[in-house]
C-alpha cells in the first residue's frame, strides 16, 4: 500500500452488528532533620465531530543508527525530555491503564487475575471465549500483544461473524493522516452498503477498532465517512520523528491529538496548542479530558473543580455519550476506581483532623520542629510517627500503610529491639488517647547508604504484629497512612507542601507539642550545597529562610497533596545547614526516587494508590 492509497473504514463490522452488536442484542515549621551536617566527601483523540476517525495500530520500527536531534518550537521541548523519547508507556508521566501497572517508569502488563470482577460487564474475545471485564481481556491482549477484544455480552459463540481489515503494511506503517470522504463517492451504485452505521472514536494506539469508542447509528445519507492515507516511508522533511520511528508534522505536536500512535509526540511539552490542555508534567491532553471523570494528568488537575471551572468553559463540546454500546471508556474509569477503593492512603480522617481538644490518655496496651512553624492540632497530621530509641525521640517517621514506616537512615541502628514506634503523638512525651505505641519487628536500611554524604538516606522500618494477628497497628481514628510516590515528575518544582516533626525551633529548644509548616520544592540546590546533593536528594523550604526542618526533625514526612486533596510522602527530612536561613534550604531524600526499592520489601498494596 503506496502514501497514496486510501484505507476506507467502511466500519461493516459495526454496521451489520456483528463484531462489536449493542448489548440489548446480546442477551511553620517542621519537626526537622536531625540536622547532621554531612562532612565534604573525599574524593489522541482524533476529535473530528463527530467522532469517526481512527487511527490504525503502529508499530515501534527500530530507531534510526544516527537520529538527528529533534526540531522543536515554542510548544515543544525541551531536549532533554525529548532525547528519552517517552511515550503512553512511560509511567512516570502519565497514569498506566488498568491492566498494567508501573514498573521501573514502564507500564507493564498485569496478570488477568489482577483485574477487578465487581461491577463490571463481561466481555467476548475473537477466539469466542468470555472474560469477566474488558480489563481482563486487555490484559491478556497486553501479555500475548495481539489484538483480543471482540464486544460486550454475555454469549460468546460461532454466531458472531468475524470480519477481518487487516493489512500488514498498515499495521506496521499506520496513518500518514486521517480525514473523510463523501459516502457518496464509494456507494456509487452499489446499494448493499448500508445507510445506517455506527461512529467511531479512536485514540490512536488501539490494536483493533473494536477498542474504539463505539457510538450509536446515524443515518449516513450522502455525509462523510472516515478515511486515512496509509504511512509509507519516511518523508525528507520531517519535523518530528516519533519513538515509533514514524514522522509527523511539527504542527501536530502538543496538540492533544496522539498523531504517532504511541503518544510520543504529546509527552513533553512546553505549551500546548489548539486548545489542548497541558498537565504539570508536560504531557497535553485533549480538551475532552478535562472533566470527564478519567484522571489523565498525574497530580489529577484535570479534574480537579478549578480547572472544570476555567478550562471547561472554553472548549467545544463533547459528543454524546455512547447508549446503546457499552463505553470502553466507562468501564476503564470503572476498573481503576474499583482497583483504588481498596486503597485508603492519603485521605485523613476528616472527622478528626480539626479536633483541638487533646484526648485524655485511654487505658489502651499492647497486650489487648519545625523552624518557623505552628502546633498542629492534636490529630492533625494522621501519618506522622515518632521513632522512640530507648526512651529517647530524636527522629520521626511516615507511616505509609500495613506495618511498614519510611524514616531516615541516619535514624535508625540495625536494631530493632532498641526501637518502638509512636503514632497519634501530638506532645512528644505525653501519650494521648489515639497513641499506640509498636514494637518492631525488622528495620531495613538502604544497602548504599553513605553516612558521610547522607546518599541514600532512607530506611524502612517493619512493625511487629499482633500475637496470632496479621496487623500491626489497630484499626484507629487517629491513624492514616501516606501515599508513596512512584513518579519524580509528580510534583514540580515551585508546588507548595508540608513539613511536621518535634525539632528545633528558632529559639533552639525541641518543641514539645508537634508542629508544621508549608514549603516550596526548590528545582536543584547545587548553588547552596554544590556537588554534595546527589541522585535522589531534593531541596525544600522557603526563600526568606524563615520556613526550615532542623534538628530533631530528622526522618520526618515532606507530604505534598495533589489536585484532588490526595497526600502524598514526597521527602524524608534528611540534612542541611543553618536551620532557617536564606540560601540554605532544607535537603530531603526523594522518595519516589526510591519506589521500586521500596516496593520490593513492602509489596504493591501498601506503597500506592494507582499502581495496585
Not at 483493533?208 to 486515512?228: F, P, Q, T
Not at 466507562?330 to 485521605?347: A, D
Not at 518492631?440 to 553513605?450: K, R, S, T
Request: hydrophobic content about 30%; glycine content about 8%.
Amino acid at each position: 500500500m503506496t502514501s497514496s492509497s486510501l484505507f476506507l473504514l467502511f466500519l461493516l463490522i459495526f454496521c451489520s452488528g456483528a463484531s462489536n452488536p449493542a448489548d440489548e442484542e446480546q442477551p511553620s515549621s517542621t519537626g526537622h532533620r536531625q540536622k547532621s551536617i554531612p562532612p565534604k566527601p573525599n574524593p489522541t483523540p482524533v476529535t473530528t465531530t463527530p467522532p469517526v476517525t481512527t487511527t490504525p495500530p503502529v508499530t515501534t520500527l527500530p530507531a534510526s543508527t544516527t537520529p538527528a536531534p529533534p526540531q522543536t518550537d515554542e510548544y515543544l521541548g525541551p531536549l532533554k525530555c525529548l532525547r528519552e523519547k517517552f511515550t503512553r508507556a512511560s509511567c512516570g508521566l502519565v497514569f498506566c491503564p488498568p491492566w498494567q501497572r508501573c514498573i521501573d517508569g514502564v507500564c507493564s502488563c498485569k496478570p488477568p487475575n489482577l483485574c477487578p470482577r465487581e461491577g463490571v460487564k463481561t466481555v467476548c474475545v475473537r477466539n469466542h471465549k468470555r472474560y469477566l471485564s474488558y480489563c481482563q481481556a486487555m490484559a491478556m491482549s497486553c501479555r500475548s500483544n495481539q489484538p483480543l477484544f471482540s464486544h460486550f455480552g454475555e454469549i460468546c459463540g460461532e454466531n458472531i461473524k468475524k470480519e477481518e481489515h487487516n493489512n500488514p503494511e498498515l499495521k506496521s506503517r499506520g496513518a500518514a493522516s486521517a480525514f473523510t470522504v463523501d459516502y457518496s463517492q464509494i456507494r456509487g451504485g452499489q446499494e448493499q452498503l448500508p445507510r445506517r452505521c455506527v461512529r467511531v472514536r479512536c485514540q490512536g494506539f488501539e490494536s483493533s477498532l473494536a477498542e474504539c469508542e463505539i457510538y450509536n447509528k446515524v443515518d449516513i445519507g450522502d455525509g462523510a465517512v472516515a478515511a486515512a492515507n496509509c504511512s509509507d516511508s519516511k518523508p525528507e522533511d520531517c519535523g518530528f520523528t516519533c519513538a515509533n520511528d514514524k514522522c509527523v508534522s511539527l504542527k501536530q505536536t502538543c496538540d492533544g491529538v496522539d498523531d504517532c500512535g504511541d503518544r510520543s509526540d504529546e509527552m513533553c511539552c512546553k505549551q500546548c496548542r489548539n486548545g489542548a490542555f497541558r498537565c504539570n508534567t508536560g504531557v497535553c491532553m485533549h480538551a475532552d479530558a478535562v472533566g470527564d471523570n478519567q484522571l489523565d494528568c498525574l497530580d489529577g488537575e484535570d479534574e480537579s473543580s478549578k480547572q472544570l471551572n476555567s478550562f471547561a468553559l472554553r472548549t467545544a463540546k463533547r459528543p454524546e455519550e455512547p447508549s446503546d454500546y457499552v463505553s470502553r471508556k466507562n468501564e476503564t474509569v470503572t476498573s481503576r476506581r474499583l482497583l483504588e477503593s481498596k486503597l485508603s492512603c492519603g485521605i485523613p480522617n476528616m472527622d478528626l483532623v480539626d479536633d483541638t481538644e487533646e484526648q485524655a490518655r485511654g487505658q489502651r496496651s499492647r497486650k489487648k520542629r519545625v523552624v518557623g512553624g505552628l502546633p498542629a492540632r492534636p490529630t492533625q497530621i494522621q501519618w506522622q510517627v515518632a521513632l522512640q530509641e530507648y526512651n529517647k525521640i530524636d527522629c520521626g517517621g511516615a507511616y505509609v500503610g500495613g506495618c511498614w514506616v519510611i524514616t531516615a537512615a541516619h535514624c535508625v541502628r540495625p536494631n530493632p529491639a532498641a526501637f518502638k514506634v509512636k503514632f497519634s503523638l501530638w506532645k512528644k512525651y505525653s501519650p494521648q488517647g489515639t497513641t499506640d505505641i509498636v514494637p518492631v519487628e525488622q528495620i531495613i536500611i538502604h544497602p548504599h547508604y553513605n553516612p558521610a554524604t547522607y546518599q541514600n538516606d532512607i530506611a524502612l522500618v517493619k512493625l511487629e504484629k499482633y500475637p496470632f494477628q496479621d496487623f500491626c497497628v489497630e484499626e484507629n481514628p487517629g491513624i492514616r497512612a501516606v501515599c508513596v510516590p512512584w513518579s519524580t515528575e509528580l510534583f514540580q518544582p515551585n508546588y507548595n507542601c508540608s513539613i511536621s516533626g518535634w525539632g528545633r525551633t528558632k529559639a533552639g529548644r525541641s518543641s514539645d507539642v508537634l508542629l508544621w509548616a508549608n514549603v516550596t520544592l526548590i528545582q536543584g540546590c547545587e548553588s547552596s550545597y554544590k556537588h554534595r546533593i546527589k541522585p535522589g536528594m531534593m531541596c525544600a523550604g522557603d526563600p526568606e529562610g524563615d520556613v526550615d526542618s532542623c534538628q530533631g526533625d530528622s526522618g520526618g514526612p515532606l507530604v505534598c497533596q495533589d489536585q484532588l486533596g490526595v497526600s502524598y510522602l514526597w521527602g524524608i527530612v534528611s540534612w542541611g545547614e543553618r536551620c532557617g536561613q536564606p540560601g540554605f534550604p532544607g535537603v530531603y531524600t526523594q522518595v519516589a526516587y526510591y519506589f521500586e526499592w521500596i516496593r520490593s520489601y513492602t509489596g504493591w498494596p501498601a506503597v500506592t494508590r494507582f499502581n495496585s
